[in-house]
C-alpha cells in the first residue's frame, strides 16, 4: 500500500484515554497495509508547565538546559503511544530525536531540522513495527538535545515524511480539516477539500491556527503531500483514507481537480497586531532607513507599512504594524532612536486586527481587492492600512469589528455553505 507519517497534536495525547483513542487510529491504517511512522507532541499544557518550571528555576535560563527539560514532555507520550500499540498487539517502539537522529542547527530553543537520517527508521517500517517519533526535538552538530519552537512537532513529521519519503502526512489536530474561515464566527465556513502551499503558508501566516507556517514552508520545498484532519473520531469510524481532511498539495496538483479551484480559499483574521504611528518624520532619502533598520536588527518583525503624502514643510507621517507581543520593545526602541529618526510623537494601538483574504485566483483575476473595500464600506468598517501580496489583501481594522468584518467578506465572496453542503 503507502508509508504514511500521522502526527498528533497535544489535545489528542492529553491522557491514557486520547492515546488509546490515537493508537487505534494508528493502529487501523497499520491493518490497511500501510508502513506507519507516528509523531506526537506533549500532552495538552505539559510544555508551558516545563517551561515555567525553567524560569523558577532561573530567569536567565541557558537555552541548551531548558531543550533538556521542555523535549521531555514529547518523550513522555511518544514511550506511553509505543507501549499502548503493544498492548494492542502492535509491533512498535519509539525512537528519540536523537536516536535516528534528527540532526539541527545549534539554536537552542528555535533550532532549525537540517537532515533526518532515515536507514535504522526504513528498516524497522519494514519489518512491521510501527516508528513512534517525538516532535519537536533533535539533535545539534555538539550533541546536545535542541527543540524547534513552539509548534514545532508539525515541522518534525513534514521533516519525517521528507526523509522516508511518504506518500503524506497527516496532521490530526482538534478541528477536521481547513475552513474557509472561522467556524466559530461564521456559521456557514465550509471545509476545503484542497489547498495549495501558498495559500495555506499565506493563511498560517495571517492568523490561520491549523499549521504551524514552518511545516507548510518546508513541505512546500520537500513536496510533501499534507492532510489535515481531525483526531476527535470514533473508533469504528471510516479509515482517513476513505474520508479525508484538507489535501495541502502543489498548485500542478490542484490543477488536477480544477472544479476545486476557487477564486477565493479563505479569510483570516489575527488579533495579535499592533499599530505604532510615527509623526512628522523628516521627509528625505534614507529617514525611512533610520526607523526599520534598527527595529530589523532586535528581530521585530514589521509588516503593513504606510508613508503618508508629505507636509508642506517637509515632514510625513509614517504608520506600520509590529507583533503585539513586541510592541512595548519597539517603542522603547524607538525613543531611543528618536534624536537620529527626527519624529514629533509616537501613537500606538493594540486594539486593531488584520483581516486577510486569501487564494490563488487573485493571479488571474481583478476586482478582488475593490470586493473588500466596498463590502466594508458598505458596513461602516474603516480600513486604517492595507497590505497586499500576490495571492492575499491583508486590511487593518479596529479589534472591536473583527467578527462582523470576517462575515461580511465571507458572504461577499460568496463563500457562505448553502443548506445542503453544511
Known amino acids: 500500500m503507502g508509508r504514511i507519517v500521522m502526527k498528533f497534536g497535544g489535545t489528542s495525547m492529553a491522557g491514557s484515554e486520547r492515546i488509546r483513542r490515537v493508537a487505534n487510529i494508528v493502529r487501523r491504517q497499520q491493518a490497511a497495509g500501510h508502513e506507519v511512522a507516528v509523531v506526537v507532541s506533549a500532552m495538552a499544557g505539559e510544555t508551558d508547565r516545563l517551561v515555567n518550571f525553567c524560569r523558577e528555576a532561573n530567569p536567565l535560563y541557558d537555552p541548551a538546559e531548558y531543550d533538556v527539560v521542555v523535549a521531555s514532555g514529547e ?41 533526518v537520517e532515515n536507514e535504522a527508521l526504513l528498516a524497522s517500517m519494514a519489518a512491521g513495527e510501527i516508528a513512534v517519533i517525538p516532535g519537536f526535538q533533535g539533535l545539534s552538530d555538539h550533541g546536545r538535545i535542541t527543540t524547534l519552537g513552539r509548534g514545532g512537532s508539525d515541522t518534525s513529521a513534514v521533516a519525517v515524511a521528507a526523509a522516508i519519503q511518504a506518500d503524506r502526512c497527516d496532521i490530526y489536530t482538534d478541528v477536521d480539516g481547513v475552513y474557509t474561515t472561522d467556524p466559530r464566527i461564521v456559521a456557514k465556513a465550509r471545509k476545503l477539500k484542497y489547498v495549495t502551499y501558498e495559500e495555506m503558508l499565506e493563511l498560517a501566516s495571517v492568523g490561520s ?4 507556517t514552518r511545516s507548510v514552508s518546508l513541505a512546500m520545498k520537500e513536496g510533501v503531500r499534507v492532510q489535515v484532519l481531525s483526531s476527535f473520531i470514533d473508533d469504528d469510524a471510516t479509515p482517513a483514507d476513505e474520508i479525508p481532511g484538507t489535501m495541502i ?17 479563505g479569510i483570516a483574521a489575527d488579533k495579535n497586531e499592533a499599530k505604532i504611528i510615527l509623526t512628522r518624520v523628516p521627509d528625505r532619502p534614507g529617514a525611512v532607513a533610520t526607523i526599520f533598520g534598527p527595529l530589523a536588527q532586535a528581530n521585530i518583525n514589521v509588516d503593513m507599512i504606510i508613508q503618508n503624502v508629505g507636509r508642506d514643510k517637509g515632514e510625513t507621517d ?32 493594540s486594539k486593531v486586527a488584520k483581516i486577510s483574504v486569501v487564494g490563488v485566483g487573485m493571479k488571474s483575476h481583478a476586482g478582488v481587492a475593490a470586493t473588500m473595500f466596498r463590502a466594508m ?10 497590505s497586499t501580496s500576490e495571492i492575499k489583501v491583508s486590511v487593518l481594522i479596529d479589534e472591536d469589528e473583527t467578527e462582523l468584518a470576517v462575515r461580511v467578506l465571507h458572504t461577499a465572496y460568496g463563500m457562505d455553505a448553502t443548506d445542503e453542503a453544511a
Open 209 to 212: 491556527k491549523v499549521l504551524q
Open 318 to 349: 509614517v504608520t506600520f504594524t509590529v507583533p503585539a507581543a513586541d510592541l512595548l520593545r519597539a517603542q522603547t526602541l524607538l525613543e531611543a532612536q528618536k534624536a537620529a529618526i527626527g519624529y514629533n510623537r509616537i501613537i500606538s494601538d
Open 75 to 115: 518523550q513522555v507520550t511518544s514511550g506511553l503511544l509505543a507501549l499502548t500499540l503493544q498492548a494492542l498487539g502492535c509491533k512498535a517502539r519509539s525512537w528519540l530525536g536523537w536516536q535516528l537522529p534528527i540532526h539541527t542547527d545549534d539554536a537552542h530553543a528555535k533550532a532549525r531540522i537540517g537532515e
Open 377 to 386: 464600506a458598505d458596513r461602516g468598517i474603516n480600513i486604517q492600512a492595507i
Open 249 to 265: 498539495v502543489s498548485d500542478e496538483e490542484l490543477e488536477g481537480h480544477e472544479m476545486e479551484r476557487q477564486l477565493i480559499t
